[in-house]
């Protein structure tokens, strides 16, 4: 679905046993509340969600919104974002999905 905020990153990372952390600057960045009492991504996924049921128009969407404000909260997804891609990447990339028993030795 289209509500993946850092709550639900966090709990998909932990249920799948990547024990990996973010950042505390990432995870502020995205949690720090930025409107309406909703961190960033939260705040993302709720306009996302009053568009997509058609609550709310384009219009009304944007209407107390400034460049500065966007940048900021643009600013604040990607940070958060970065790292949680990075460390999915790794995850992966050292096959930590695997049991040790069949995960691929690495070559020398």
């Known amino acids: 679905g289209g509500n993946w905020d850092d709550d639900a990153i966090f709990k998909i990372m932990r249920r799948i046993g990547c024990e990996r952390s973010i950042s505390s600057e990432a995870n502020r960045a995205a949690k720090q509340p930025y409107r ?3 961190g960033a991504l939260a705040f993302i996924v709720s306009l996302r969600n009053d568009l997509a049921h058609g609550n709310i128009s384009f219009a009304e969407c944007s209407q107390n919104e400034c460049v500065s404000d966007l940048a900021d909260l643009a600013q604040r997804t990607h940070k ?6 990075a460390i ?3 995850y992966l990339g050292q096959f930590e999905f695997l049991r040790l028993d069949r995960r691929p030795v690495p070559p020398p």
Do not use: H, P, Q, R
Not at 80 to 85: A, R
């Open 80 to 85: 958060y974002l970065f790292e949680v891609v």
């Open 88 to 90: 999915f990447e790794d």
């Open 36 to 38: 309406n009492d909703k």
